[in-house]
């Protein structure tokens, strides 16, 4: 969620100081206007589908009751489909150069998500059994 609007979960982004960015991101994936909130960087380089199958992700995570989560697993394997359909970026990033985007814009972004996928395929192949590996599937 921060990485698409830019935000910190509690910061406040409206003047009345009674929505956090929680609830404004909720309320904007609910009603299908995440556009509205994304921050400059993700909505200039990615694609709308992209974005809004990603929040719908992170939507999830922000379930109050730890069993309706995703797992790390399914978030990775959600992201990495998404990266597959290549249809988040439109900019790789590795065109975009050091400092172009203030340093700590899209390509930070996309590094985020590389990290993630890569913590994940890291973590389930080096620290479980190939039988608890199966059981996250």
């Given at each position: 969620m921060e990485l698409l609007i830019g935000r910190r979960p509690f910061s406040f982004i409206s003047t009345d100081n009674e929505s956090t960015a929680i609830s404004r991101f909720l309320e904007a994936v609910e009603s299908n206007r995440i556009e509205e909130i994304l921050d400059p960087q993700v909505s200039e380089h990615c694609k709308i589908e992209a974005v809004t199958v990603v929040a719908q992700v992170a939507r999830r995570c922000l379930f109050w009751k730890g069993r309706l989560r995703p797992t790390m697993?399914?978030?990775?394997?959600?992201?990495?489909?998404?990266?597959?359909s290549e249809m988040p970026v439109t900019v790789a990033a590795d065109e975009v150069e050091d400092g172009e985007d203030g340093g700590g814009g899209?390509?930070?972004?996309?590094?985020?998500?590389?990290?993630?996928?890569?913590?994940?395929?890291s973590f389930t192949s080096s620290s479980l059994s190939s039988r608890e590996s199966t059981s996250l599937l």
């Open positions: 697993k399914e978030v990775a394997m959600e992201l990495e489909s998404v990266r597959k899209f390509s930070t972004i996309v590094d985020d998500f590389r990290r993630i996928l890569t913590v994940d395929r």
